[in-house]
């Protein structure tokens, strides 16, 4: 049975979520249909475009996204605190730029006098809004609705181009969080669409490297100033250099780079289990097994529904939603143990 919303996202637990939507029909999201003999490649411009642009709307930062033929993957970071604590300036400004508002919204904004009842609907609009644009379910709607409108326009159709209901998995800690990057930045590489992460077109590590590369070059640093290298539309990487920034991911971004090449290069080699000598540091420094990494890489979707993470983390969140039948604590014993 379908497990609702309220048991699969829950910000108490962890802010990270890997995110699927897959195309209903047969009619391809991007890429081209050898059978119609149509392109729809333009689109992975647009899709991107508007996951970039709403993410910079919203209070969700995207860690990795891939937009594939019939599918997109993201791993999004929720910041709630940064929602609950900004001003009705900012939650209306945010709003305004995905909804046409109403007239005291847009009053207020041009500092215009208001009266008591007005002052009321828009604390009212306020305090809808500030759920909403840290609301993934939200995020989604949009992202995905726009994405629907046009391509049934293009398509001149009518009906679902999505799936009911977006694929949706927590990452309950650093582990988690770091394999599903890993899968979704490799997703073009396991299809045979790209041969290196720096070939995988509209993907998010493709546009770390390229940034990371031309601000390298363009400053002649050199690689252990590469954390002040990251595209701003992407969540940063602060590892150990940057330990003023409060908000990011907790790992060298140059040492994620290794491993996404040297977890490719298995993947490509079918080199299931095979150590290589030169092993990223970051695997060691937070306990992968390598043969468990490569089969999380390869099997994130099939192996784990819902929840990702260690088996204690796993257990945690069904005692507290207070359910009996757990799946897929198996996988996360053997592959984050």
């Known amino acids: 049975m379908t497990k609702p919303r309220s048991q699969q996202i829950s910000l108490e637990d962890t802010p990270f979520y890997h995110c699927v939507s897959r195309c209903v029909r047969r009619a391809f999201l991007c890429g081209f249909d050898q059978l119609t003999n149509r392109s729809y490649e333009h689109r992975r411009q647009q899709i991107q475009d508007d996951m970039l642009r709403l993410s910079s709307v919203f209070y969700i930062d995207i860690a990795a996204f891939a937009i594939m033929p019939n599918h997109h993957h993201t791993v999004l970071c929720v910041r709630r605190e940064d929602a609950l604590a900004d001003h009705p300036e900012a939650i209306v400004t945010r709003a305004l730029q995905v909804v046409a508002g109403n007239d005291v919204a847009h009053r207020f904004l041009n500092n215009e006098p208001l009266q008591k009842w007005e002052h009321e609907q828009l604390n009212t609009f306020v305090d809808t809004w500030r759920k909403r644009l840290y609301d993934i379910s939200w995020f989604m709607k949009f992202l995905n609705e726009r994405i629907a409108r046009r391509a049934n326009k293009e398509d001149d159709c009518k009906g679902h181009f999505w799936e009911s209901r977006y694929k949706l998995q927590a990452l309950l800690d650093d582990k988690a969080v770091l394999s599903a990057m890993a899968y979704v930045d490799l997703n073009p590489i396991r299809a045979g669409i790209a041969a290196t992460p720096e070939d995988s077109e509209y993907t ?103 929840l990702v993470g260690s088996l204690e983390s796993v257990k945690a969140v069904y005692r507290q939603f207070g359910l009996k039948r757990s799946s897929h604590l198996q996988s996360a014993k053997i592959l984050f143990s």
């Open 204 to 306: 998010s590590i493709q546009q770390r490297i390229d940034h990371w590369k031309e601000k390298a070059n363009l400053s002649g640093t050199n690689s252990s100033d590469a954390e002040d290298f990251q595209p701003n539309h992407l969540m940063r990487f602060i590892g150990n250099y940057s330990q003023t920034h409060e908000h990011g991911l907790n790992y060298n971004v140059l040492d994620y780079l290794e491993l996404i090449d040297w977890t490719g290069r298995a993947i490509r080699d079918d080199k299931r289990g095979y150590i290589s000598a030169s092993a990223p540091p970051i695997l060691e420094r937070i306990d992968i097994c390598p043969e468990h990494w490569i089969e999380i890489c390869t099997n994130f979707e099939n192996r784990f529904k819902g």
